[in-house]
């Protein structure tokens, strides 16, 4: 951010506001402190017996690669809708949510999933303007090595030890290696 977005100046400083205990970019002109907080990212697994839906990324990051469908919460969603609509714009169906089955934290990348287990109601499924093929995988024939996050493997690998029958909500993190 190079101009404050209350009054416009171009005096924005990094420093830790009163009352505060972290750098925050404040605008020396006006006084507003401008907050930047994580994105929410949600999607679902969506299951069909013993068989996960994926889609391959059309777009960037990760294009050519596997992923759950999942994108960033829009303003005015709430997480159940996003989850809903992120499955609609990758694979084309409609899923039933079941419950909340992943927390996932990225503090690298300002980003934490939330990805809902889901009942495929249908195989109506089709590749989007998102995914260039979408595909129902047996547990056993995940492509591991081309999965697009790391939060896809994670919810699927806690769902494969859960054989599906455990409705806990599991938290993962991955820390981004300093080089």
């Not at 930047?36 to 990212?41: E, K, T």
């Not at 990348?109 to 089709?126: C, G």
Request: hydrophobic share 35%.
């Amino acid at each position: 951010m190079n101009y404050c977005s209350h009054c416009g100046k171009d005096v924005l400083k990094q420093m830790i506001p009163k009352g505060d205990n972290r750098k925050r970019l404040v605008c020396q002109n006006c006084g507003t402190i401008h907050y930047s907080n994580p994105n929410m990212v949600v999607g679902c697994l969506p299951v069909y017996g013993d068989k996960v839906l994926l889609a391959k990324r059309s777009i960037e990051p990760r294009k050519g690669f596997w992923n759950l469908p999942c994108g960033f919460l829009e303003n005015g969603e709430t997480v159940e809708q996003g989850a809903l609509r992120e499955v609609k714009e990758e694979t084309g169906i409609d899923v039933t949510l079941l419950h909340l089955h992943t927390v996932y934290n990225l503090p690298h990348a300002q980003q934490v999933y939330l990805i809902f287990l889901a009942k495929m109601t249908n195989l109506d499924f089709h590749p989007t303007e998102e995914s260039e093929e979408v595909a129902l995988f047996p547990f056993d024939q995940i492509p591991w090595k081309e999965m697009a996050f790391s939060s896809s493997a994670f919810a699927i690998k806690k769902y494969m030890l859960d054989k599906g029958k455990n409705s806990e909500t599991h938290f993962g993190v991955f820390y981004r290696e300093e080089k």
